[in-house]
């Protein structure tokens, strides 16, 4: 076939850039759309290489590391603070001991492991 390459495929991505906010970068492209063809790839390669020798920005909207055992510790203490405010209010239910009351913790947190969502991807 002729016009196909050899090789490895190149690798594609997109950026969206938005009026009003990335401005001077749209102006910039513009600038750019005026030169030989291949002008803009090669120099938005040599913009990124640059940006990867320089000091690296600090990520602002990273999310909050989460130390899963302590959030572990808050949630049972809390529901064992709920649950002991309910102790003997609760007229049919038979009277637990407390490793009864522990299993039924346990049991609780592990239903409520499978609905805690800890972030989502943007």
């Given amino acids: ?3 196909r390459r050899q090789g490895p495929r190149p690798i594609k991505f997109t950026l969206r850039l938005y009026p009003g906010q990335d401005d001077d970068l749209i102006r910039w492209l513009a600038v750019l759309d005026e030169e030989h063809v291949g002008a803009k790839t090669q ?3 040599e913009t990124l290489r640059r940006g990867m ?3 690296p920005l600090p990520i602002t909207n ?3 590391v989460l130390d899963m055992v302590e959030m572990r510790r ?3 203490a809390a529901v064992a603070s709920a649950l002991s405010r309910f102790e003997g209010t609760i007229g049919s239910s038979a009277a637990t001991t407390p490793a009864e009351e522990d299993d039924e913790v346990e049991d609780l947190l592990e239903g409520f492991q499978y609905s805690l969502v800890l ?3 943007e």
């Fill in 1 to 3: 076939m002729i016009g």
């Fill in 43 to 45: 120099a938005l390669k």
């Fill in 53 to 55: 020798r320089a000091e």
């Fill in 62 to 64: 990273a999310a909050p």
């Fill in 74 to 76: 808050v949630v049972e």
């Fill in 119 to 121: 972030g989502e991807d």
